[in-house]
């Protein structure tokens, strides 16, 4: 038996063998061996379970609520625009008002004052109005009324001068200088306008301010029984302007 031969016949000993031994049937002749230059199988990837799709989502967190909806909310607890309007002016609180949100207030009865203050507020004084307004003003002919003061009636002869200087409230009476007074602005409370009820919008016949120790001071033009309020009008606008962080009110009453 040649050299050829004898291998052939010893590879096909020892495959025999080792179908014996695993169970296999031998290769026909002419195939390969099992296993000969067959590539291994590639790696399965693992198919994700229904709990792990059904996973929840992360929760995120909520928007932070915007400072114009505390407006909203003084609004629907049924307070005035004029208090709210206080509120917006002292707390000077940068509302930046979107379109929408300004439709928003707009539609659940905010008036266009407020508005306007709210789309001022938090900006710097030099962008909010023009020249500051100097704290020196003199109002004549002015008529004070109150406990020990004539309020029906009042004439001319009644009269004095509201003076602002500074930070000087002083007033100076025609007649009598026992009633003259002087505070610091600082320690006013409150500014108001005492006004009639009127349809549409109330007239206002009173200015007066309270101290934060009690004292009230009201004042009237000499013709307010006819109407007349220009002086009143006037002092009030002026301590606006002049004194923005002060308080402001509106005391409505169905007479005077």
Not at 47 to 73: G, H, N, S
Request: positive net charge; charged residues 20%.
């Amino acid at each position: 038996m040649n050299r050829r031969l004898w291998t052939l016949v010893f590879g096909m000993s020892l495959t025999l063998a080792a179908c014996k031994s695993t169970g296999a049937a031998p290769p026909a002749p002419g195939q390969p061996s099992p296993g000969a230059g067959v590539p291994s199988a590639a790696p399965v990837t693992p198919v994700p379970t229904a709990e792990a799709m059904a996973a929840p989502a992360p929760v995120l967190a909520p928007a932070p609520a915007r400072p114009y909806q505390d407006i909203l909310k003084l609004k629907q607890a049924g307070l005035t625009d004029e208090f709210i309007l206080n509120k917006v002016r002292t707390e000077n609180v940068p509302y930046q008002l979107t379109t929408s949100e300004i439709v928003e207030l707009r539609n659940a009865g905010i008036s266009e004052n407020v508005l306007q203050a709210m789309m001022r507020s938090g900006q710097p004084p030099s962008t909010t109005s023009g020249t500051e307004v100097a704290r020196k003003a003199e109002f004549s002919g002015l008529a004070r009324v109150g406990k020990g003061f004539l309020v029906f009636g009042t004439s001319a002869k009644k009269v004095g001068r509201l003076v602002v200087d500074g930070e000087n409230v002083s007033w100076f009476d025609a007649e009598d200088p026992k009633k003259n007074f002087s505070i610091y602005a600082r320690n006013i409370k409150e500014v108001f306008n005492t006004c009639l009820l009127r349809p549409g919008q109330n007239l206002c016949l009173e200015f007066g301010f309270v101290t934060h120790t009690g004292e009230e001071y009201r004042f009237r033009d000499p013709g307010w029984k006819n109407g007349d309020n220009k002086l009143v009008t006037d002092a009030t606008n002026y301590f606006r302007q002049a004194f923005p962080m002060m308080f402001f009110s509106q005391r409505a009453v169905s007479e005077m």
